[in-house]
């Protein structure tokens, strides 16, 4: 008889360190999230952004007022979503997505990096660093 190879030990101890803060937090680069307010005439914008565990509640942002959070990728993916509004519309959408290249490579891959999301009254523009121009993302919903 053929002696069986279990690989279900040596997976399970390497998930159970993956999970453990310290091994993940020199194996997955930290982000930032800023989101800047970049309208005119005074407009303030107002911002509720959330992942699956955590809620960052709301935030009124004055003209060239930024919010901003920082965060270690997850194991398994991490995103954060965001609701922003204010009097000429409202949008709801990723502000970080690891699976989203479109995002990731914007604020840097694997390492870490910041996210630079400028809202302006014409819509939602990430900073793509590698190519130093801003990209429109989103435009609002009316």
């Known amino acids: 008889m053929k002696p069986t190879t279990n690989i279900s030990a040596p997976l399970l101890v390497l998930?159970?360190?993956l999970s453990q803060p310290r091994v993940?937090?020199?194996?997955?680069?930290?982000?930032?999230?800023?989101i800047i307010n970049q309208m005119g005439n005074n407009q303030?914008?107002?911002?509720?952004?959330w992942s699956k565990n955590?809620?960052?509640?709301?935030?009124?942002?004055?003209?060239n007022a930024e919010?901003?959070?920082?965060?270690?990728?997850?194991?398994?993916?991490?995103?954060?979503?965001?609701?922003?509004?204010?009097?000429?519309g409202h949008q709801e959408f990723y502000v970080f997505n690891s699976k989203d290249d479109t995002?990731?490579?914007?604020?840097?891959?694997?390492?870490?990096?910041?996210?630079?999301?400028?809202?302006?009254?014409d819509g939602i523009y990430l900073y793509n660093g590698?190519?130093?121009?801003?990209?429109?993302k989103q435009k609002w919903i009316k």
């Open 24 to 34: 993940t937090h020199s194996l997955f680069g930290k982000y930032t999230v800023h």
């Open 15 to 17: 998930l159970i360190c």
């Open 67 to 88: 919010v901003n959070w920082s965060f270690r990728e997850a194991l398994f993916g991490t995103k954060f979503k965001c609701n922003m509004w204010w009097s000429g």
């Open 103 to 121: 995002i990731t490579n914007c604020c840097g891959t694997g390492a870490g990096g910041d996210c630079f999301w400028r809202i302006k009254e």
């Open 44 to 49: 303030v914008l107002h911002s509720h952004c």
């Open 54 to 63: 955590d809620d960052l509640g709301t935030h009124d942002l004055e003209v």
């Open 130 to 136: 590698a190519k130093h121009k801003l990209v429109q």
